[in-house]
């Protein structure tokens, strides 16, 4: 059974930073993509950054050169390192796990203030 867990948002000012995590159970990480997805409210979930099984990354636009994604296989842990957080960055973040279908953590907020 799959089970995603997010952790690590928070309230955090403008040009601050955080780290999110997420454990992955029930998943070999190593031969999997895994992702970051973000919700504001009003708005449809967006990718935010995505890892192939062999470390290639990807990310949206807006957070190029800010977001780092990394994983750690030994602990079954993805990561988002969110640097220069913006007002627009202000979403719930979601960890995603594709195997057959969709698969969605809980969500962990994340609010930007200036």
């Known amino acids: 059974q799959v089970q995603l867990v997010e952790s690590g948002g928070g309230l955090v000012q403008a040009g601050g930073s955080l780290r999110l995590s997420c454990a992955a159970s029930g998943v070999t990480m190593c031969i999997s993509g895994m992702g970051w997805y973000r919700q504001a409210p009003g708005k449809e979930r967006e990718l935010v950054a995505h890892?192939?099984?062999?470390?290639?990354?990807n990310y949206a636009d807006s957070v190029k050169g800010r977001f780092t994604i990394s994983r750690d296989n030994a602990k079954n842990t993805l990561y988002l390192q969110m640097n220069s957080l913006q007002r627009e960055d202000t979403a719930v973040y979601y960890c995603n796990y594709w195997f057959g279908r969709d698969y969605w953590g809980q969500g962990t907020q994340v609010t930007v203030s200036s």
């Open positions: 890892i192939t099984s062999g470390g290639t990354t």
